[in-house]
């Protein structure tokens, strides 16, 4: 990060000017319209978490078991100041879920505001991020880790709160694996002695079978600035994702900084910025390349800088302070080593059996009971009612004359009532097959055929 004097700018003196701008911004991270009706559970992890230096506070936490299903989950980001006053400089700061001593995934980046300390600042942010596809780490017990990359020390810097909200429901596509493509906090770009392709190597990925939905997730913020072309911080570029054999690119750039939830600040917030924003969250790039995965196969993923030579650095023979650049030498104020922070990942999704079934009556039945699919014989969708006496988890799935599983309908908690599951056997061959219902003690199979 650089260092420059935050100067005061005019307050937004309008409070329903300050309003709008700050719902249409958080509008922009999260897409309010895939938030269904459904309970919610909170779970709060960091509290007032008191970061004033650059290392991790880390922490375990117990979020909500895998039990009950959810269709979204959002994380509320707070930084609030303490008494002595904020840190006012612009920190990247994120949050990590640590699987084991090495192995981590970033779930959120942020960077943090100017001055927001005094009459008409905001004094906190808060920042809210849709973090739906980590859903196969955020459950159980979990290891997080806060950092804010601040060097202001004293008893100045940040109260740090994280929350969780957990909305109950039935997301089509499940999100079941999370794999690490690229990590790395300070990919140096510019120089020719250090290539960010000996970092950002191509990864060869296996995706299983039950794949239905990939999606690459990229967050990519670039910092330094007072080199050629202002980079990495004041430089647009286009950055390229490769996948299989299609190409994706990305213009890294914010233009939107003025329309910000966390406002007004001191110093330059308002200016655009190579993917990120004082005092506002990092959206990441997400790319759907389901089209360009095979389940059962290998993919290959690459992930391209746009060419790039900074010859205003101490380690260009060529360079000559005042004619070349300013300033030849990095020198932590107006200029500051070009570099990304990269994190890059790919989901992989399943379909989600549950969506399968709908509710016939929630009147309480007596007892478990399994039916006889009908149509029987059927092509290629047949359906199956059964009726639950009370909440837990039920499985009913689908079983050839082998014993093999090939399809799953139901599996996961239901409440009393009747319900319908529809099976559609599109792919597979003629034949008996089996449909077995199993909850608590009750364990039934049915035999069914398909007739093509």
């Not at 794999?179 to 190597?201: F, K, M, R």
Request: aromatic content about 12%.
């Amino acid at each position: 990060m650089k260092f420059k004097l935050p100067f005061k700018k005019s307050a937004v003196k309008s409070s329903w000017l300050k309003i709008f701008l700050a719902v249409f911004f958080l509008s922009s991270l999260v897409n309010v319209s895939t938030v269904k009706a459904g309970d919610t559970t909170w779970v709060t992890t960091f509290n007032q978490n008191f970061q004033n230096w650059a290392n991790t506070h880390y922490g375990n936490f117990l979020l909500p078991d895998t039990n009950t299903h959810y269709q979204q989950i959002l994380m509320y980001y707070t930084i609030g100041c303490p008494a002595a006053g904020c840190d006012p400089w612009d920190r990247i700061g994120w949050i990590k879920l640590y699987t084991d001593s090495v192995t981590n995934y970033e779930i959120a980046r942020v960077i943090t505001p100017y001055n927001i300390v005094g009459g008409g600042y905001p004094g906190q942010c808060v920042f809210v991020l849709d973090v739906t596809d980590y859903m196969p780490l955020l459950h159980d017990s979990v290891r997080l880790g806060s950092y804010i990359e601040s060097w202001i020390g004293g008893t100045r810097g940040w109260l740090v709160t994280v929350k969780f909200a957990f909305i109950q429901g039935e997301p089509e596509k499940i999100p079941y694996k999370v794999i690490n493509l690229w990590q790395d906090n300070h990919v140096l770009y510019g120089d020719t002695a250090s290539n960010p392709e000996n970092i950002l190597v191509p990864r060869d990925i296996p995706v299983d079978l039950n794949t239905s939905k990939a999606k690459v997730k990229i967050i990519t913020t670039g910092h330094g600035q007072g080199n050629t072309d202002n980079a990495a911080e004041f430089s647009l570029k286009i950055h390229t994702l490769h996948v299989g054999a299609q190409s994706f690119d990305q213009i890294l750039w914010r233009s939107d900084c003025s329309i910000n939830p966390c406002s007004p600040q001191g110093g330059t917030w308002q200016y655009a910025r190579a993917g990120w924003c004082p005092g506002a969250s990092v959206i990441p790039w997400d790319n759907d390349v389901t089209a360009n995965v095979t389940p059962g196969q290998n993919v290959t993923i690459d992930y391209d800088l746009y060419p790039y030579v900074n010859f205003c650095r101490p380690t260009n023979p060529l360079c000559v302070s005042g004619q070349t650049c300013a300033d030849c030498n990095f020198n932590n104020n107006g200029h500051t080593e070009p570099h990304y922070t990269i994190q890059g990942q790919l989901i992989l999704f399943k379909d989600n059996p549950s969506i399968n079934i709908s509710s016939i009556s929630s009147e309480i039945p007596v007892s478990y009971k399994l039916y006889q699919n009908y149509p029987n014989p059927f092509n290629p969708t047949t359906k199956i009612k059964f009726e639950v006496p009370s909440s837990g988890k039920v499985t009913l799935r689908i079983i050839d004359i082998n014993g093999k599983t090939v399809d799953t309908l139901v599996d996961g908690n239901l409440n009393p009532g009747t319900y319908e599951a529809e099976w559609n056997a599109k792919g597979l061959s003629s034949g008996v097959y089996f449909y077995k219902l199993e909850a608590g003690d009750f364990i039934q199979t049915n035999r069914m055929v398909l007739l093509k």
